[in-house]
């Protein structure tokens, strides 16, 4: 009974501590939202350039993996799809699966986890480094918001660039799609494009692209509060940037059920 009202309390202090760290997440979120549309009609300016160097390294250089690991996802689904499709000789069908998949749940995921594994951990480590090392220190010193230095910066990059990443992923993974239909189902390239046509709707593609903005936040902003909470040197980074992969993903994922239950949920 002892070990069991131990651990029940220990479950419940970690809830908490949770959703502690949840609520000044979301503090920080609200300061850099306060930088992005209010600051600037005070007379402080964005940091434009930066923001361009965060897109290029967490957007351009994300290209090439996010195009790859979507093309092999839009190949996978369409193979298990033909697996069953074929009993029923529907085939043709694996258009539509492979499409709908793609655009409302896969592509904004994939595109969120890779992000979140390459560059949310980038952000939660150079943070982290800074703040040991004591250059935030050193920039509220001269009077420069560690906030609007550092955070707003990436996640105006990652506002911009993660949905630019999940519109690739959506086209890529539909012509992983294409790629099998037409080698191995034999299946006419008119008829299978126009069955993509028919399946796809605008709310597919557009509530993907919401999600997507989402993530881009919850990504940005996990890695920040991260590496502004990095304690114990450089062990602290690893663990920070590790935590910050892992609660990045899970919030993530978590984020993507609410928002499917919001616009596709017939309960």
């Not at 957007?59 to 790859?68: A, C, D, R």
């Not at 369409?78 to 896969?106: H, N, P, W």
């Not at 519109?167 to 037409?182: C, T």
Request: glycine share 8%; net charge positive.
């Amino acid at each position: 009974m002892a070990d069991m009202k131990a651990t029940f309390g220990q479950s419940g202090r970690q809830l908490a501590f949770f959703f502690v760290h949840i609520a000044r997440m979301v503090r920080l979120a609200g300061h850099s939202f306060v930088w992005i549309f209010v600051a600037p009609f005070k007379g402080k300016k964005l940091r434009w350039g930066a923001t361009f160097v965060q897109m290029v390294r967490i957007g351009v250089e994300s290209v090439p993996i996010v195009g790859v690991i979507s093309f092999c996802v839009g190949l996978i689904i369409a193979m298990q799809a033909a697996y069953q499709l074929e009993k029923f000789g529907a085939t043709i069908y694996v258009a539509d699966l492979v499409s709908v998949t793609m655009c409302r749940e896969l592509g904004p995921l994939i595109t969120a986890i890779i992000v979140s594994g390459r560059s949310g951990s980038a952000i939660a480590a150079e943070i982290g480094t800074m703040k040991v090392s004591e250059e935030i220190d050193a920039l509220q010193t001269m009077a420069l918001n560690p906030i609007g230095f550092l955070v707003v910066p990436r996640l105006l990059a990652m506002m911009i660039v993660v949905p630019c990443l999940t519109v690739l992923s959506d086209f890529v993974g539909i012509a992983g799609g294409f790629v099998l239909a037409l080698t191995n189902l034999k299946l006419a390239f008119v008829a299978y494009f126009n069955q993509t046509a028919e399946a796809l709707y605008a709310k597919d593609f557009i509530t993907g692209l919401i999600k997507s903005f989402f993530f881009a936040i919850i990504i940005a902003q996990v890695g920040a509060y991260q590496g502004f909470n990095v304690t114990g040197g450089a062990e602290g980074v690893g663990k920070s940037t590790t935590t910050a992969v892992v609660v990045s993903i899970f919030l993530v994922i978590f984020a993507d059920l609410l928002f499917t239950m919001l616009f596709y949920s017939t309960l």
